[in-house]
C-alpha cells in the first residue's frame, strides 16, 4: 500500500472560474509556475498554455476541456516548505457554450477563485458561473486581474461585487496604482505593502503602506472587518468591545465565513505582470476548504435505497465520481475520477454501479502543468485519472466492488442547438457513428440523433461554438470527411403529393448533391405509382432544388 503524501488538511481542490478574456488562462498558468511545474511562462494566446490540452484549444486561444493538474504550493514565504499544500486545479471552460463543463467541474471542486477583469468588474458570464457555483455551495474568493490595464478600477470592481451580485464581499488587499502605476499590493489585514524586488515577481518584500495611502489602508480594514463581523458572532463580539483584532483572529473569521459561503475576500493583481498571484495562493489555502471543510457527499445504497453520507476517510470502502473523459494522444482514453472516500490501487477493480459494469483499473495518472506521474494508489479527497475504464462515462459512480453505492450524479440539460452533418462517403458514415459515439461519452451535453424523415444525422449541443468543436475533433481525431449545414425541415409533404401524382425517385450516387453524394432525380413513372418519402431518401439529404413543385 501506498503512502498518503498530503495530508487531508492540506489539499485543495478547486477551480478558476471567469468571464472569457478576464485572464483564467493567465492567471492559472501563473498558478502553475509558481507552484513549480512550470519552468517557462508562456504567453497564452502564443499557444504555449500548458493547461490547454488539446491542439485546437490552442489554435483558438480558448480553454475547453476541464482537465485537472495537480500543483504543489510552498507558501508566499516559503511558509509551508516542510508540509508544503496539495492544489489540485480543475479546469473550467470560460465560454458560455460550455457552461455544462462548468457545473460538471463545480461538482467535484470544493472551492473556487473567480477571476474579475479589473476593467470591468463583474461581466455577465462572471454572473452566470457565479450562480452555478452559488447552486453547488462552493465557497469562492475573487481576484481582481488587470489591474496594470488601461480603466482598471478595483472599487468599481469591488462596487460590482455589491452591485451585480449582490453578496457580503469587501477587499482583504488592496492594489497600489493602477493601470501603468499599479506597483503592489497592500495586505488590509496585517496592513503591510508588498512590493515585487525581480523581474518575474517571485520575491517579494514587505514594506510600510505609503504615507497617503494609510488612512484608506486602515479604512478598508475597518470595512472589512464589519463584513466579517456581520456573519461571524465571535468576531461581532469582540468588535463591539472595540478590543483589538489581531491577524490570526480575523483570518480565522474569514474563513469561517467563506466557508458558511457568507463571505467572499477579495484580492487584487495582474496575472500577466506577475503579481498578486502568489498571494492569492496563499487565499487559497487560507480561506478554501479542504475535503473535510465541505458537506458531505450524498450516495445512495441501491439496495436498500438508504442515504449515505460520503466523508472522505481512507479507511473507508471507496466512492468516486467520473466527472471527465478525456481522450489523450499518448496513453488513450483517461477517466478523471474525484474520490471521495476510501483508496484506489492502480490494478484493481471497481463497480461502476450506474451501468452496473465491473471494471479493471490499468494504471492511475496524476497530471502535472508539464508531466504525468503514475501513482499506485489514489487516497480520499484527491483526484486522478484513471486508464482502462472502458465502459466508464462522465457521471458514473465508480465504488469499491463489495460496497455499492450511487453517488447524486450530475445533470445533463438539454441541448439547444442542431446541425446535420452528413459524411462524403460511406467509409466515413462508419468512422462518423464511431466518433459521434466517443466524443458523446466524453460530453454528454453533445448528442445526436438520425431525423427519421429526412435521414439526416442531426448533431446537438450547448452551443454553435461546442458543435463547431465536436465537428473539428471529428475531422482531426477520427479523419472523418463529413459536410455541415442547417437541418432539413419539413419537405415531406410537398414531395408525397408531388411522388404520388407524377413521378419515382431514382437513387443516384457520385458526389453532385449540394450535402453529400446521394441526390434524387425525378423523370415520369408511367403506372403512375410513387414511392414513399422515406423510401426514397434514405441515406441520402435532398437539395433544396431538388424538390419538384406540387401541381
Ligand atoms: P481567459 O479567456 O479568461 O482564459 O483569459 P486569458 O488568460 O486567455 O486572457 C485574455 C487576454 O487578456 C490575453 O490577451 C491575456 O494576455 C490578457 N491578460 C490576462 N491577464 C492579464 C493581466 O493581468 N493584465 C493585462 N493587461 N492583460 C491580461
Not at 496594470?148 to 452591485?163: I, L, R, W
Request: glycine share 6%; charged share 30%; proline share 5%.
Amino acid at each position: 500500500m501506498a503512502k498518503r503524501e498530503y495530508p487531508l488538511e492540506r489539499t485543495r481542490n478547486i477551480g478558476i472560474m471567469a468571464h472569457i478574456d478576464a485572464g483564467k488562462t493567465t492567471t492559472t498558468e501563473r498558478i502553475l509556475y509558481y507552484t513549480g511545474k512550470i519552468h517557462k511562462i508562456g504567453e497564452t494566446h502564443d499557444g504555449a498554455s500548458q493547461m490547454d490540452f488539446m491542439e485546437q484549444e490552442k489554435e483558438r486561444g480558448i480553454t475547453i476541456q476541464s482537465a485537472a493538474t495537480t500543483a504543489v504550493w510552498h507558501g508566499f514565504f516559503d511558509q509551508f516548505e516542510k508540509t508544503p499544500y496539495r492544489v489540485n486545479i480543475i479546469d473550467t471552460p470560460g465560454h458560455v457554450d460550455f457552461t455544462i463543463e462548468v457545473e460538471r467541474a463545480l461538482r467535484v471542486l470544493d472551492g473556487a477563485v473567480a477571476v474579475l477583469d479589473g476593467a470591468a468588474g463583474v461581466e455577465p458570464q462572471t454572473e452566470t458561473v457565479w450562480r452555478q457555483a452559488t447552486t453547488y455551495d462552493v465557497p469562492r474568493i475573487v481576484f481582481v486581474n488587470k489591474m496594470d490595464k488601461m480603466g482598471a478600477d478595483f472599487q468599481m470592481s469591488v462596487d460590482s461585487m455589491h452591485e451585480r451580485l449582490q453578496v457580503n464581499a469587501e477587499a482583504i488587499q488592496w492594489p497600489i496604482g493602477a493601470e501603468d502605476d499599479f506597483e503592489a499590493v497592500i495586505d488590509l489585514i496585517t496592513q503591510e505593502a508588498y512590493y515585487p524586488v525581480d523581474e518575474l515577481g517571485e520575491k517579494w518584500e514587505p514594506r510600510d503602506i505609503p504615507a497617503d495611502l494609510k488612512d484608506l489602508a486602515e479604512e478598508k480594514r475597518n470595512t472589512l472587518i464589519e463584513a466579517v463581523a456581520d456573519v461571524d458572532d465571535d468576531l461581532m463580539e469582540k468588535y463591539l468591545e472595540g478590543e483589538d483584532i489581531s491577524v490570526e483572529e480575523l483570518k480565522a473569521a474569514i474563513r469561517r465565513a467563506t466557508l458558511a459561503l457568507q463571505f467572499y475576500p477579495i484580492l487584487a493583481g495582474s496575472a500577466y505582470k506577475d503579481k498578486g498571484v502568489q498571494m492569492m495562493l496563499d487565499a487559497v489555502v487560507d480561506y478554501l476548504p479542504g475535503p473535510l471543510d465541505v458537506k458531505p457527499y450524498i450516495a445512495k445504497d441501491p439496495k436498500t435505497d438508504e442515504e449515505v453520507d460520503l466523508i472522505a476517510d481512507d479507511s473507508k470502502p471507496f466512492a468516486a465520481l467520473a466527472f471527465k473523459i478525456m481522450t489523450d494522444p499518448f496513453v488513450g482514453r483517461l477517466t478523471f475520477m474525484r474520490v471521495y472516500t476510501g483508496t484506489l490501487q492502480s490494478g484493481s477493480y471497481v463497480q461502476n454501479t450506474s451501468s452496473d459494469t465491473r471494471e479493471r483499473v490499468g494504471r492511475l495518472l496524476q497530471m502535472h502543468a508539464t508531466s504525468r506521474t503514475e501513482i499506485e494508489e489514489v487516497f480520499s479527497g484527491d483526484i486522478a485519472a484513471a486508464i482502462g475504464l472502458k465502459n466508464t462515462t462522465t457521471g458514473d459512480s465508480l465504488t469499491a466492488v463489495d460496497h455499492q453505492l450511487i453517488l447524486e450524479s450530475m445533470e445533463f440539460p438539454e441541448p439547444v442547438i442542431e446541425l446535420a452533418i452528413e459524411p462524403k462517403t460511406k467509409a466515413d458514415q462508419d468512422k462518423l457513428s464511431n466518433a459521434i459515439q466517443k466524443l458523446a461519452e466524453e460530453d454528454p451535453s453533445f448528442r445526436a440523433t438520425t431525423n427519421p424523415e429526412t435521414g439526416q444525422t442531426l448533431i446537438a449541443g450547448m452551443g454553435e461554438l461546442q458543435l463547431d468543436i465536436m465537428v473539428d475533433r471529428m475531422r482531426r481525431e477520427f479523419n472523418v470527411e463529413a459536410t455541415v449545414g442547417a437541418p432539413q425541415v419539413a419537405y415531406r409533404e410537398a414531395f408525397t403529393k408531388t411522388v404520388q401524382a407524377r413521378g419515382y425517385f431514382k437513387r443516384q450516387s457520385g458526389g453532385k448533391g449540394q450535402y453529400g453524394d446521394v441526390w434524387i432525380e425525378f423523370s415520369p413513372n408511367e403506372e403512375g405509382a410513387g414511392f414513399e418519402f422515406e423510401d426514397a431518401i434514405v441515406g441520402g439529404v435532398v437539395p433544396r432544388e431538388y424538390i419538384p413543385s406540387v401541381e
